[in-house]
């Protein structure tokens, strides 16, 4: 692009990692290729690329080729489709759908390389730390696998271990992702909107924190002490002396998991019941405590003997600050209330809005939203279609949500899923009126009201502390000389570059003619050959200028 430089300081994460880069190219021109054969709909190359299953790619949608190409790229890229899955405001609904597909297994380390890790970990050998441990994993994962064991007080747990040399090849892509997003951002401007470096440095700051076990086992004891009072929920007790920052041992939890509604029938337990009681434990987490299990899908979800359910997996959550919550719970509360002009206030407050956007015509697709779902019994009302819906027309308006926000709505979005494959006729709205009226007293509450006031006040009494120093600052620069004015002009550069080339256009024409009237030689039939050529030249340019300035319709 005319008048760009590529910044030096955007090279080194590619630069140092050269071979992976090679790699990650490598894979992403063959997914590439695929997809241009099948836009094409060439039919005698459809065959030619395949995906480490063997699938043809140009025969799968453009959305699954992108989450194949995510699969075989490996851990980091996984785990991109996995956050990209919650931003349906960014991807679009269509392949933030697709991204849910991805699946995070990958091969096991051998036991040799586990027991190592172990023993190098914690300091012991292995047979010291459990008087028995299954060599075969019960999972394996893009970051790590599981195995079982028993410790010497006979409790069976489950021991989770990193995979080796994990962190390095993390670190090496997450460099190449950076990279790679700040050249986006200089060089692409349909990206831009999208703001792919703080989109990478947000996924970079995520998926490191997910290395460290020891955020798992601190989520793990938060949740504990959250829910000590209710019997009806249970989390795995973790062992801290045995768990590291990449080895993680707790209890096992010997259950069902609903993803096995069959298997909970058989055994008698109530699959209604256990739904209700499933999404008011979520639904807890999210309006009480500001502190979620923010990946509800069923297969971290138990049913352990005598019905209590046990939650696993804890390395995914969500928090919510006191104006985050305030700022979710008025949007509920708006949609509730069927108000589209505080419904609209709120999303264009909390989101990145662009500069253009059209607030009349985002309103008025905000009003034909709530009068759709407005007019549903609660019955025919699906609140994951709706918040489903919402983010699409977040979306098309080009708003970006906060991360915390989005988490937030797809974990609502997943609760629900999760519930109705248990009991199809779930209704969410119901469970939400105590918690509706919970935030209604809260919004209106005086001890609120003072809080915003003292807030208020601490505010203005900074601003009276800082602004006479700042208004001296600024009075003695205009006393000594030293005030300085900075302006910055925006989208001037093609305005600037076609006055420039008309004035370019204008002096050859101009040194042309000189030559001409001079006759400088050489000469044909008296004519300036030099002074010819350049009139001619500046013709040809002046064409381009007049087609450019005309096709346009602007001189920009």
């Not at 063997?54 to 699969?71: F, P």
């Not at 639904?283 to 979800?301: C, S, V």
């Amino acid at each position: 692009m005319p008048g760009r430089l590529m910044k030096i300081t955007s090279i080194p994460q590619i630069a140092r990692n050269v071979n992976r880069f090679r790699e990650i190219g490598t894979i992403l021109s063959k997914y590439g290729l695929a997809d241009w054969i099948s836009r094409l709909d060439i039919g005698f190359a459809r065959g030619i690329f395949k995906s480490t299953d063997g699938l043809a790619l140009a025969n799968e949608t453009h959305e699954s080729r992108i989450r194949l190409a995510l699969t075989e790229l490996g851990p980091t890229f996984i785990k991109l489709g996995q956050v990209l899955s919650t931003r349906g405001d960014i991807v679009g609904l269509e392949l933030a759908r697709e991204l849910t597909k991805l699946q995070d297994s990958a091969p096991g380390d051998p036991f040799p390389l586990v027991r190592s890790t172990i023993e190098a970990e914690l300091g012991q050998p292995l047979r010291d730390l459990y008087t028995e441990f299954e060599e075969k994993p019960l999972a394996s994962a893009s970051i790590a696998q599981v195995h079982r064991a028993r410790l010497a007080s006979g409790e069976w747990v489950v021991v989770k271990v990193q995979h080796k040399g994990l962190e390095a090849k993390i670190r090496t892509d997450l460099d190449i992702l950076v990279g790679l997003a700040e050249l986006a951002e200089q060089h692409i401007d349909e990206v831009k909107k999208y703001r792919p470096r703080a989109v990478a440095a947000e996924f970079q700051r995520v998926l490191l924190r997910e290395l460290d076990f020891g955020r798992e086992e601190r989520n793990l004891q938060q949740f504990a002490a959250n829910f000590a009072a209710d019997a009806t929920v249970h989390f795995p007790t973790t062992y801290p002396e045995l768990s590291t920052s990449r080895v993680l041992t707790m209890q096992f939890l010997e259950g069902t998991k609903i993803s096995q509604p069959e298997q909970l029938k058989e055994l008698g337990i109530d699959l209604e019941d256990t739904a209700r009681r499933g999404a008011v434990i979520f639904l807890e987490m999210i309006f009480r405590d500001g502190f979620y299990h923010a990946d509800p899908h069923p297969g971290n979800i138990l049913v352990l003997p005598g019905g209590t359910i046990g939650l696993v997996d804890c390395g995914m959550v969500g928090r919510l600050d006191e104006k985050t919550r305030e700022d979710v719970e008025e949007m509920l509360l708006a949609i509730g209330g069927m108000d589209a002009v505080r419904l609209t206030g709120v999303i264009t407050r909390v989101g990145s809005v662009p500069p253009q956007l059209d607030q009349a015509a985002l309103g008025a697709d905000v009003s034909e939203f709530l009068a759709y779902y407005g007019g549903r019994s609660l019955k025919q009302l699906n609140l994951g279609q709706a918040l489903t819906e919402m983010v699409e027309i977040v979306r098309l308006y080009q708003i970006l949500l906060p991360a915390n926000i989005s988490l937030l709505l797809k974990a609502l979005v997943m609760l629900e899923g999760t519930s109705r494959a248990l009991n199809p006729g779930f209704d969410m709205l119901s469970l939400l009126k105590p918690y509706k009226r919970r935030m209604l007293r809260r919004y209106l509450s005086p001890a609120r009201r003072l809080r915003k006031l003292q807030h208020l006040l601490r505010e203005w009494q900074h601003l009276g502390e800082v602004l006479p120093r700042s208004l001296a600052d600024i009075l003695l620069q205009l006393q000594n000389s030293r005030f300085e004015v900075h302006l910055e002009h925006k989208h001037l550069e093609p305005t600037v570059n076609r006055l420039v080339y008309g004035m370019l256009t204008s002096a050859l024409f101009l040194g042309s003619a000189l030559l001409m009237s001079h006759k400088v030689p050489p000469e044909f039939y008296g004519l300036s050959i030099p002074g010819a050529i350049g009139f001619g030249l500046s013709s040809v340019q002046a064409a381009r200028l007049y087609w450019a300035i005309r096709n346009s319709g602007r001189l920009d």
